[in-house]
């Protein structure tokens, strides 16, 4: 057998498989490290990205290595209770699963409550100098403690444990250890009342109050970041009203001749309600007034006005009639409609929007992964800190700073005592308990995925769709916005203003062959040379052989000639040159702003087409905007340098910032070269560059852009290929999106200052740092006190988002 040489082995082409995973007892940063880990190392996972803030999981695995179950198995049994998402999620659904976390936790908030009540009733009689008996009973702070433990606290003691067994401990972990040690060592004072030691009982109970009180107000938080999510979800029509087409009349021949009622009586006919995702592509659905359009489709009856503020952020209703393209989850207000379906199930705007957002909620910000890092190994410092405070104090600490008078941040009074006395035991142990219960890996957990989480959501609210977190932060560091020209700052509907034949031919016959060869594509210009054929009423010819070359012309036989219509470049490509009359021509059309498009026949330059493109009437406010902003602000296109500077000069661009006669194929090179600052030799200077498009030949330019931005009315590949999406198509929405970018990163690197700075302050306040020199330690209570506000200021400030205005 003959080989293949080896640059013509056949490759094999892998097909990655993404699976979603809803994973359940995570409580901390620790815990989602431990579920990355486990799901990396998993043979045949590629890639586990995972988010805290939403419990989710996903993994890319090469299709057929994996079985998603298994994995699913593999992560229960390690102690994350895990389920392969089966179709999709809803409203209904996570509400639902929202209610009963917040009832739950209500419950456990609940029970806890009355028992941290009747502990700090004790403390507050004895601050104000009255006695309650029963209130300072020792057994019942004794029973109060053992209730504590055994009620509300047993989850969380019993997940600390496990996730000790599995050398994964977390925050429960800390919280159980801390709980347990002063309950044992109150227990123990309790029963040998000769030792002299100290009973406290009432840290257990406030050590877990505070917990769950902190839990649930971060569960609470955490619901309302999510709820903007919630909403997107909730806009999925679920069912949809099918209806059957008009009937046919049957001719003499048996030919179909007409419809034998009007379609406005077929519309009543066999209304069958479905749900939305078993509608097919083709069939009709009847949406009456009040009702969500369950498809995205093309109206053939009825008018109405629509409600599209869910994907515009519009509020202002639209007139839409016979005709009219209507999107699905958008809202019917006045008249009845019926609507074919063109794009159903998965496949509508709205359900491409929510997988978007989804999938953005699980991309990181590269910030966020010295937090995974350190996450990973905190509780561990933690548990070591801990062990040496203790150490330190009940040897050393107590030796240096005998009998100074201290207060615990609680409101009670205390003293050091000498050598190896019970004091100096009680003193380090809570001081060790403390320091185990102040650290917060939640907040640092729940510092990126919050933030991303009200950002996403919220802009996509607003017709911004952004992908991950990772575009947040790259829009953060951005410094050039490169523009295309054509559809994206202008409105892409050319109209043709000049028609010079530069023959013996009628400017008309030059516009029919130039028409007809043009019937082979539908590019904007091909698009205005056909319209102003129909406008002057013109007889188009019969073309074959149809050949297009983006970015530079078409070629189609036309009465069996050879008709090549297109920009200098292709003709010179074809061997064919400009004279003297057509450079002269070229030069004062191209002055004036316009486009220039060459025809030939034979091999022979025929005549010249100018046509025109309108600037959007937001494009130069845009402009002025991002140049105050400070960014450079760039023009890219194929077109000629003279027609390019025209529509510079009316937006302000300075010619350094203009890049005129690119081809498509090169549009990818100079972004390459503006982002390693080899575009200008004398400053060169590497830049964070976005690029903002709407065609199918901006999609390499996109791709290769730090931050590529589409226009929503652009071609899908343009729109898969960017990172932002405009759903208003307005370029006003391109300062929106950099201004919310900015700040939801802003958030992000706050949330995470403020974990690192709590846990760097906390965790040698709570070790006794101010005691020398203050007589201040923190106890165990204070410090889960200090230890709730923690998370849920992050999740906090996250919400704040929620007010973000626009600048304008």
């Known amino acids: 057998m003959q080989l293949l040489p080896k640059t013509e082995q056949p490759q094999t082409i892998t097909v990655n498989t993404k699976v979603i995973l809803d994973v359940g007892g995570m409580k901390c940063a620790g815990c989602m490290r431990t579920v990355e880990r486990h799901l990396s190392q998993y043979p045949g996972v590629k890639t586990a990205a995972v988010n805290l803030a939403t419990d989710v999981a996903v993994v890319e695995y090469e299709t057929g290595t994996v079985d998603a179950d298994a994995l699913a198995q593999h992560l229960t049994s390690v102690g994350f209770l895990t389920q392969v998402r089966q179709g999709k999620q809803t409203a209904a659904t996570l509400n639902t699963k929202r209610h009963h976390e917040m009832r739950s936790a209500r419950q456990q908030l609940a029970i806890a409550s009355l028992l941290l009540a009747l502990s700090v009733m004790g403390h507050v009689s004895s601050i104000l100098g009255f ?77 877990l109050g505070f917990m769950l009180l902190g839990k649930t107000l971060e569960q609470s938080a955490r619901g309302k970041a999510a709820s903007a999510f919630r909403k997107l979800l909730a806009l999925q029509p679920q069912q949809a009203k099918l209806i059957g087409k008009p009937k046919k009349k049957q001719g003499a021949g048996g030919e179909e001749s007409g419809t034998i009622f009007p379609i406005a009586l077929n519309l009543f006919e066999s209304v069958v309600e479905i749900p939305a995702e078993q509608v097919r592509v083709g069939e009709w659905v009847q949406v009456l007034p009040g009702e969500k359009i369950p498809v995205d489709g093309e109206i053939i009856y009825g008018q109405s006005t629509v409600d599209e503020a869910m994907l515009t952020g519009e509020s202002v209703a639209l007139l839409k009639q016979v005709g009219d393209t209507v999107t699905a989850g958008t809202l019917n207000q006045l008249g009845m409609l019926a609507i074919e379906a063109n794009r159903t199930g998965d496949d509508t705007t709205i359900a491409q929007i929510v997988a978007l957002v989804e999938t953005a909620q699980n991309r990181k910000a590269p910030v966020q992964r010295f937090a995974d890092i350190v996450s990973g190994y905190f509780t561990y410092f933690v548990l070591a800190a801990s062990l040496v405070t203790f150490l330190f104090w009940y040897f050393i600490g107590a030796n240096l700073w ?18 190896h006395s019970p004091s100096n035991l009680l003193l380090s142990l809570k001081l060790a308990i403390a320091v185990m219960v102040v650290a917060c890996p939640c907040a640092l957990g729940l510092a990126t995925p919050t933030a991303i989480m009200v950002g996403t959501a919220m802009s996509a609210e607003r017709g911004l769709l952004i992908k991950g977190g990772d575009v947040l932060e790259k829009v953060h560091h951005l410094k050039t916005i490169v523009f295309d020209k054509t559809g994206t700052l202008t409105t892409g509907k050319p109209t043709v203003t000049d028609c010079i034949s530069l023959t013996s031919e009628e400017d008309s016959q030059l516009l029919e062959f130039a028409s007809a060869a043009e019937s082979g594509t539908s590019h904007p210009l091909a698009i205005a040379i056909q319209a102003e054929a129909a406008k002057r009423k013109l007889i188009i010819p019969q073309a074959e052989d149809f050949y297009t070359e983006p970015g530079l012309g078409v070629s189609a036989v036309v009465q069996g000639k050879t008709i ?106 100079i972004i390459e070269s503006l982002q390693k ?44 290929t960017a990172e932002i999406i405009l759903m208003r198509d307005e370029l006003t ?62 999740v906090t400030n996250s919400l704040l988002l929620r007010w973000f205005t626009y600048k304008r």
């Open 733 to 794: 929405d391109v300062i929106t999106a950099i201004e919310l970018s900015r700040a939801t990163f802003s958030k992000i690197r706050q949330n995470l200052f403020w974990a690192f700075a709590y846990n760097t302050v906390g965790i040698p306040l709570a070790a006794g740092v101010m005691l020398p020199s203050l007589g201040f330690i923190l106890s165990p209570a204070g410090a889960a006190l200090l230890m709730a506000f923690s998370s849920v200021s992050v």
């Open 131 to 207: 006695s309650v008996p029963f209130l300072h009973n020792i057994w019942l702070h004794f029973a109060l403690a053992t209730l504590a433990i055994l009620i509300p606290g047993r989850p969380i003691l019993v997940d600390g444990w496990l996730s000790w067994w599995r050398n994964s401990p977390n925050m429960n972990t800390l919280v159980g250890l801390g709980t347990l040690t002063a309950y044992t060592a109150s227990v123990v004072a309790l029963l040998f009342p000769q030792l002299g030691w100290e009973c406290f009982f009432d840290e257990p109970v406030m050590i």
């Open 564 to 669: 090549l219509l297109g920009n200098a470049d292709w003709l010179s490509w074809h061997g064919i040159s400009l004279n003297q009359q057509a450079e002269t021509i070229t030069q004062e059309l191209a002055q004036a702003g316009k486009t220039i498009i060459y025809l030939t026949k034979n091999g022979q330059l025929a005549g010249i087409i100018a046509a025109t493109d309108t600037l959007r009437s937001d494009a130069q406010n845009t402009i002025k905007h991002l140049q105050k902003m400070g960014l450079r602000v760039m023009l890219l296109s194929g077109d000629r340098l003279e027609a390019v500077n025209a529509i510079a000069q009316q937006l302000g661009i300075n010619k350094s910032d203009i890049i005129a006669g690119v081809p498509p194929a090169k549009k990818a090179a």
């Open 402 to 419: 005998g009998n100074i008078p201290m207060s615990d941040g609680m409101g009670m009074s205390h003293q050091v005592g000498v050598e």
């Open 677 to 720: 600052g080899e575009f200008h030799p004398n400053s060169p200077q590497k830049s964070i560059v976005a690029m903002v498009g709407d065609g199918i030949n901006d999609a390499p330019a996109l791709s290769q852009a730090d931050v590529g931005i589409s226009l929503h009315s652009g071609t899908d590949v343009a729109m898969e």
